[in-house]
Nanobody, 122 residues
Framework: QLQASGGGLVQAGGSLRLSCAAF????????MGWFRQAPGKEREFVAA????????YYTDSVKGRFTISRDNAKNTVYLQMNSLKPEDTAVYYC?????????????????WGKGTQVTVSS
């Protein structure tokens, strides 16, 4: 079970940090990712982090602004979002998968969390 939190309303240029808590003993066995879906648009991959945290991957539109990280001791994955833009407005979802490339390609994801709304005003 995954529970995302930390969304909210922020002005353009501001920052938010999303958290996703995983309940269970196997969090450290899964690669983790963040996705987002804006109104009227398809779900979009945002960022992924490997089991150890050593590897990360981002979609081009967030590179240099967003940072994904994880704390396996706390069963939590984070998404630090800086320099937010109105086009970042979306519902953000966390996901877990045993296949790192599966996360990046949004293919047959093992687990999804409920989303958290991020709204960036101009």
């Amino acid at each position: 079970q995954l529970q995302a939190s930390g969304g909210g309303l922020v002005q353009a240029g501001g920052s938010l940090r999303l958290s996703c808590a995983a309940f269970g003993r196997t969090f450290s066995s899964y690669h983790m990712g963040w996705f987002r879906q804006a109104p009227g648009k398809e779900r979009e991959f945002v960022a992924a982090v490997s089991i150890s945290g050593a590897m990360t991957y981002y979609t081009d539109s967030v590179k240099g602004r967003f940072t994904i990280s994880r704390d396996n001791a706390k069963n939590t994955v984070y998404l630090q979002m800086n320099s937010l833009k109105p086009e970042d407005t979306a519902v953000y979802y966390c996901a877990a998968d045993s296949d790192y490339q599966g996360i990046i390609s949004d293919h047959a994801i093992d687990y999804w969390g409920k989303g958290t709304q991020v709204t960036v005003s101009s």
